[in-house]
């Protein structure tokens, strides 16, 4: 069977700590027909120097690896441009400089996507904390209708980083990343991605380490995130329009707007009835199909009836 260039892409900011095993993890990898590109978006720690002593060490895989040095800080949405623009294989794998990959995770997907002929192909991941691992299983249903549904309300995790993906889908159909949204910017690729790829894979293997006590990590989550998750949910709406699958997935767009916005009745910390009623206000009974606990359905009944007064008595 004839080889298949993986281009892994990697995005390098402030990750020394955790670059080391990454890059262990990379240049071990049993698939040979890999290049890997990285890019330094000005990384203010010895990262890149680390990069540097694995290529003096592994010549041979330092032959295939391409770096790409930023003039300035940009983000990782412009910075996975950057990848994508300078990939020439036949498939990609993004990877998170923070995380690392089993030493066949480039092998097992290639073959299964060999094999099928998919255009993506999917697998388990870890969730790996300072004392544990925890495996993390992922279904990617054969209908792709269903596959859609279950992307748009993240019932499968909206991430790049545990598919590998034709290159041609990005390229034939011109897929980039939006780079003003920095949180939530895989989420807006992956719904594109479900939409466009027709056949989708997987393997019931865990082959990727999604490393979480990395307090430097692009998807740190803040309470300023939530306007850019709203804006990479505003985009998809967009993208599903224009495709005209809109009236197909309206129902779980509609769940996945109210899932954001119920942080502002459910958290404490941030609740805001004003808030919580002003975002996304077509979405305000889509609780109904969420299986929320009794109390939380009273609850958001409640904030939704008082946004309906509101819009009428603007003196509640």
């Known amino acids: 069977m004839a080889m298949n260039t993986v281009s892994v892409l990697v995005p390098v900011y402030r990750v020394e700590p955790f670059f080391d095993r990454c890059l262990r993890s990379l240049f071990a990898q049993t698939y040979q027909d890999i290049e890997f590109v990285f890019v330094n978006d000005c990384t203010p720690d010895n990262s890149m120097g680390l990069l540097k002593d694995y290529c003096e060490r592994y010549p041979d895989v330092a032959a295939r690896v391409k770096v790409i040095e ?65 495996y993390r299983r992922q279904t990617y249903p054969e209908s792709h209708e269903q596959r859609m549904r279950d992307m748009t309300l993240l019932r499968i995790k909206g991430v790049l980083w545990k598919l590998l993906v034709r290159r041609s889908l990005f390229e034939e159909n011109h897929i980039r990343f939006v780079e003003d949204i920095h949180f939530g910017e895989d989420y807006i690729l992956c719904c594109k991605l479900f939409a466009l790829a027709r ?107 008082l946004h309906c007064c509101r819009q009428h008595l603007p003196s509640l």
Not at 93 to 116: C, G, H, N, P, Y
Not at 269 to 291: I, T
């Open 199 to 305: 056949h989708v894979e997987s393997v019931s293997k865990a082959l990727y380490h999604y490393v979480q006590y990395n307090p430097n990590n692009y998807s740190n989550s803040s309470d300023a995130n939530i306007d850019s998750l709203c804006r990479a949910i505003r985009s998809v709406e967009t993208f599903y329009r224009e495709q005209g699958l809109l009236p197909l997935l309206e129902k779980e767009l509609l769940q996945r707007k109210f899932i954001l916005k119920s942080v502002y009745v459910l958290d404490a910390r941030r609740r805001d009835l004003r808030r919580w009623g002003r975002l996304f206000p077509e979405s305000n009974w889509s609780w109904k199909g969420l299986g929320y606990g009794r109390a939380n359905r009273l609850l958001f009944a409640w904030a939704a009836l």
């Open 70 to 134: 930023n003039e300035r800080n940009m983000g990782i949405a412009p910075v996975r441009n950057r990848l994508l623009d300078n990939a020439t294989g036949d498939y990609v794998l993004f990877v998170d400089s923070d995380d690392w990959i089993e030493t066949d995770m480039v092998e097992v997907l290639v073959r299964k996507a060999q094999a099928t002929g998919a255009d993506m192909v999917g697998c388990d991941y870890y969730e790996d904390y300072p004392d544990r691992s925890e």
